[in-house]
């Protein structure tokens, strides 16, 4: 459920008409509904409300934008981060160290200095060398690192294959055979306290079953460790599930994933830790364009829109569906291709597709672009930065401004011996 709906025959975000965002902030821009996000947060965290301990830690790399993040600290969630960068959003958007967990399979000297420096709750590891290398960093710095294992449970999460991430020949975690010996001679070191395992087998996942499966193995593991005489206080499940992104599309709910959690591991007797990122942001946020005009085609009409693959790199990327409405449908539908103006023909947002009739100057929104979208935007082909604004009832703010080719131009030097 969001709250991007018609009113009076015009598409708002809660209270507020789009074309009012569009007029004053231009397009394409980013609209994100605070009361979606809410609650999504809400809803994510009640579905797991029967199991005894648990810590939600928000996958910054899904939305990063500082009032998203500001807004879910305030819904008690921690933060899972990737780079150094995301480690401080997380911190500057009021959320603590100790909820944060650095996961990447890449983290380097650096960034692993950094965040034992500020007191960051979790280092997923994601091998055995990271967890020499961190302990190392930590007893230097007399300080202790509180680490999972991340561990690669060889399981196909039946997700596009680009977001796909728990198959042996994935570059993520350690072998579930191996993970055991790991575990146990990481736990040796000083600077290190090993404390759980985390397992994420990849995005947008439909069908629970490979879930479960890689719960099973990581509460096999589990005990294998304890077995051995190694405490295991932490398990960090991960993030993953899916959302619609097609009207009508039926995945497993929240509700659904919480049942299958705890159906393994409501007796693990640790805290269990959870990462969704699309879940609670994907669909609460759209991405406003306006159509630049309709081109005669050869089968079907194109619709170049303002928006391009810089602005959202889903369809581009995965191949991603997004819905595709008119601000204001005039009541017609017609089949027609999507494009944006970008100088590929990778710049298409769908084909042969029935849409509400729309016209040059036209307003019409991508649905379900709160996750993967202004996080991945870029430059290309000397485009602005897209902005975005975030709505809370009849109020509504920009909480990212639009940064203008001229300002990234300014960035730029042409060397003394070119001159
Ligand atoms: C990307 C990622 C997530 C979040 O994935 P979603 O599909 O957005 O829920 C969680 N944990 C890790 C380690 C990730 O890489």
Same mark, same amino acid.
């Given at each position: ?19 009012? #965002? ?37 996958? !910054?790399?899904?939305?990063? $934008? ?12 921690? *933060? ?7 480690? $401080? ?20 000297? =650096? ?25 190392? #960093? ?38 579930? /055979? ?16 090993? =404390? ?17 499966? *890689?719960?099973?193995?990581?509460? *096999?593991?589990?005990?294998? #460790? ?22 009508? /599309? ?19 007797? !640790? ?22 005009? !309709?081109?005669?085609?050869?089968? $079907? ?6 928006? *391009? ?9 995965? /191949? ?16 027609? $291709? ?16 029935? #849409? ?10 991508? =649905? ?23 709505? /809370? ?27």
């Amino acid at each position: 459920m969001d709250h991007f709906a018609l009113n009076n025959g015009e598409l708002f975000a809660e209270n507020v008409p789009l074309a009012d #965002i569009a007029r004053e902030v231009g397009t394409p821009v980013y609209v994100y509904s605070r009361a979606t996000l809410s609650r999504h947060a809400r809803v994510f965290r009640e579905a797991l409300s029967a199991l005894p301990s648990v810590h939600i830690a928000f996958a !910054v790399k899904s939305n990063p $934008n500082l009032a998203v993040l500001r807004l879910l600290a305030s819904e008690g969630y921690g *933060a899972d981060v990737v780079s150094e960068g995301e480690m $401080n959003r997380a911190l500057a958007a009021g959320i603590p160290a100790a909820d944060v967990v650095f996961s990447g399979v890449g983290k380097t000297r =650096r960034e692993l200095t950094a965040a034992v420096k500020a007191g960051i709750g979790q280092f997923n590891l994601e091998s055995e060398e990271e967890g020499v290398e961190l302990a190392a #960093i930590a007893a230097e710095l007399g300080l202790v690192a509180s680490c999972a294992l991340r561990v690669n449970p060889d399981v196909d999460a039946r997700t596009h294959a680009k977001i796909s991430t728990g198959k042996a020949e994935n570059k993520f975690g350690v072998s579930y /055979d191996r993970a055991a010996g790991i575990y146990a001679r990481l736990s040796a070191l000083p600077g290190l306290d090993m =404390r759980g395992l985390a397992v994420h087998i990849g995005s947008q996942i439909s069908d629970l079953e490979p879930s479960r499966q *890689a719960f099973l193995k990581m509460g *096999a593991l589990m005990e294998e #460790i304890r077995a051995g005489g190694l405490k295991v206080t932490h398990m960090d499940l991960g993030g993953g599930l899916g959302v619609p992104y097609k009207a009508g /599309d039926a995945l497993p709910t929240p509700e659904d994933y919480g049942a299958v959690v705890a159906s393994v591991a409501r007796d693990w007797g !640790v805290t269990l830790m959870f990462e969704p990122g699309r879940v609670i942001t994907g669909n609460s946020g759209v991405l406003v364009t306006e159509v630049v005009r !309709v081109k005669q085609g050869t089968a $079907n009409p194109f619709v170049v829109v303002d928006a *391009a693959m810089n602005d959202l790199a889903r369809p581009a990327m995965y /191949d991603a569906w997004h819905d595709f409405l008119a601000v204001k449908p005039n009541g017609r539908t017609f089949t027609a $291709n999507i494009v944006g103006p970008i100088c590929e023909s990778s710049d298409t947002f769908a084909m042969g597709r029935e #849409i509400d009739e729309v016209a040059a100057g036209d307003l019409a929104v991508f =649905r379900t672009a709160g996750a993967y979208g202004a996080t991945m935007a870029n430059t290309y082909n000397s485009r602005a930065l897209v902005p975005e604004v975030m709505v /809370d009832g009849d109020k509504w703010a920009v909480v990212a401004e639009r940064i203008e080719p001229a300002t990234i131009l300014a960035a730029e030097t042409v060397p003394d011996w070119l001159k």
